[in-house]
């Protein structure tokens, strides 16, 4: 959903160049750092979600994510509670504006785009790697959601046998291993047909940016 947000986005933030826009997010990522006290962090949070309504990102599609961080972010100000609720409640704005900023930065640049700009700074193989992981995933991810679905359907799982249900989920999981080889090796193959040396891909990024 974040990938067909900002491939098919149409706003000015969406249009901007990605030097801008990673610029602006390291800016607000330094604003969320050193700003002290609770009024400045809400002003922060108040103009992302500025920025959310001019790019036009829908937030109940992806306003679940910030929840990841600061579910985390919550047990950390809790250690450190001890009276201080000022504390407390600004790790919790840092978090979620920290979310709030990277998912502001993926849901209006591609990561065709993101990946050329990292491939500027860092060896063409490990950004060929991040790229291939990247597509994978996803992937994968469908996979094991149909693997799910279908053990769900055959009555793969059982609410009162726990081996029956470790069984099939382990047995899910070696499908899924090996579909990953399986589709690893064709991926190489086909990038191998199509000329793919271990560098072209890299340079394909950056021309298609720079």
Known sequence: EIDRIATQGCSCIHRATILAKIALAFLLLASLLLAEGLIKLSLIILCLFLFFFIARVPWQCTAHLVLYPVFFASFFALTIYRGFWELGLTILLRAVGAAMT??????????????????????????????FTYRSLFILLAQLENFYRTL??????????LLHNVQNVAGMLGALLVRSFEMSERMYYIYSLRGYSGKRLSSSLKKSVF
């Open 102 to 131: 990277m998912l502001f930065l993926f849901a209006t640049t591609s990561y065709v785009d993101l990946f050329a700009f990292i491939s500027r700074f860092l060896p063409v193989p490990l950004v060929d790697i991040f790229f």
């Open 152 to 161: 769900q359907l055959k009555g793969g799982f059982q609410l009162f046998n």
